[in-house]
Nanobody
Framework: QVQLVESGGGLVQPGGSLRLSCAASGIIFSIYAMGWYRQAPGKQRELVAVITSDGSTNYADSVKGRFTISRDNDKNTVYLQMNSLKPEDTAVYYC????????????WGQGTQVTVSS
């Protein structure tokens, strides 16, 4: 059974930082591209950042220079370090495991709420 379990969300003031974690089980983690997506109320889910199996990264323009995605294949975990948070970063953040490049399934976590407010 595949599980993606996010943690690290919460309430933070503008300018603050949070680190999200996503622990994966039931997949060969190292061969999956891992990503973070977010969905704000009334908006579509959007890509925040992705890290491929070989460590290449890509970011949404809105988070470049503020967010950093990383992965630890020994711990089957992907991280999203979020700095200089803004109110517009408020959303539910979802972890994504994408095996489509190697003919495997895409999986989603349940999401973790991030609220940036004073």
């Amino acid at each position: 059974q595949v599980q993606l379990v996010e943690s690290g969300g919460g309430l933070v003031q503008p300018g603050g930082s949070l680190r999200l974690s996503c622990a994966a089980s039931g997949i060969i983690f190292s061969i999956y591209a891992m990503g973070w997506y977010r969905q704000a109320p009334g908006k579509q889910r959007e890509l925040v950042a992705v890290i491929t199996s070989d460590g290449s990264t890509n970011y949404a323009d809105s988070v470049k220079g503020r967010f950093t995605i990383s992965r630890d294949n020994d711990k089957n975990t992907v991280y999203l370090q979020m700095n200089s948070l803004k109110p517009e970063d408020t959303a539910v953040y979802y972890c994504n495991a994408d095996g489509s490049a190697v003919g495997l399934t895409v999986y989603w976590g349940q999401g973790t709420q991030v609220t940036v407010s004073s």
